[in-house]
Antibody, heavy 121, light 110 residues
């Protein structure tokens, strides 16, 4: 089955760190551009990070630049998001997404179920 | 804060048609592909349209997309109660090197 499964969310205090993982299966993970998208309670989705296949190109949203790091391990079919210096406004469901159409499509065709990150004291 | 604008809400009776606009600029919609997503509470957003007007397999042809200049439009025909959801446009902004989702439009079936 083609799927993405996130893990690693939870409750963390402001200033703390978390590492999210995304396990991909059912497709050739190494060939796809991957992104993290988050959705705060009652809000729309917010793109936060992108990594090209092979890892040669990375982009971040300004809201997380310098605090979050996206990475991938193609041998383990996994995508990661290291989140440091967490703030209350980082509270959201975090989704791992695949850009399934290549080129400049920038379309997220596959989403995980999401993992909830709550930043609170 | 998104660089894209969408109407907050649209509504129509069952069987009717709605259109949702998404307006941007030359650095985003004007020079990049637009996607559209449907979001139901408690679920992950779902891709409806990619590359301005292409439908992923499994998406009914009641959903259509178009783009002209710096604006894009999602159309939904034969409106059903199951279409009640929030709809978001999305595109890359080449100047800001950031992907933006629009603020979202809530569709209500009267």
């Amino acid at each position: 089955e083609v799927q993405l499964v996130e893990s690693g969310g939870g409750l963390v205090q402001p200033g703390g760190s978390l590492r999210l993982s995304c396990a991909a299966s059912g497709f050739t993970f190494s060939g796809y551009e991957m992104d993290w998208v988050r959705q705060a309670p009652g809000k729309g989705p917010e793109w936060i990070a992108y990594m090209r296949s092979g890892g040669s190109t990375i982009y971040y949203a300004d809201s997380v630049k310098g605090r979050f790091t996206i990475s991938r391990d193609d041998a383990k079919n996994s995508l990661y998001l290291q989140m440091n210096s967490l703030r209350a406004e980082d509270t959201a469901v975090y989704y791992c997404t695949r850009e399934g159409y290549g080129g400049n499509s920038d379309a997220f065709d596959l989403w995980g179920q999401g993992t909830l990150v709550t930043v609170s004291s | 804060q998104s660089v894209l604008t969408q109407p907050p809400s649209v509504s129509a009776a069952p069987g009717q048609k709605v259109t949702i606009s998404c307006s941007g600029s030359s650095s985003n919609i004007g020079n990049n592909f637009v996607s559209w997503y449907q979001h139901l509470p408690g679920t992950a957003p779902k891709l409806l349209i990619y590359n301005n007007n292409e439908r992923p397999s499994g998406i009914p042809d009641r959903f259509s997309g178009s783009k002209s200049g710096t604006s894009a439009t999602l159309g939904i025909t034969g409106l059903q109660t199951g279409d009640e959801a929030s709809y978001y446009c999305g595109t890359w902004d080449s100047s800001l090197t950031t992907y933006f989702f629009g603020p979202g439009t809530t569709v209500t079936v009267l």
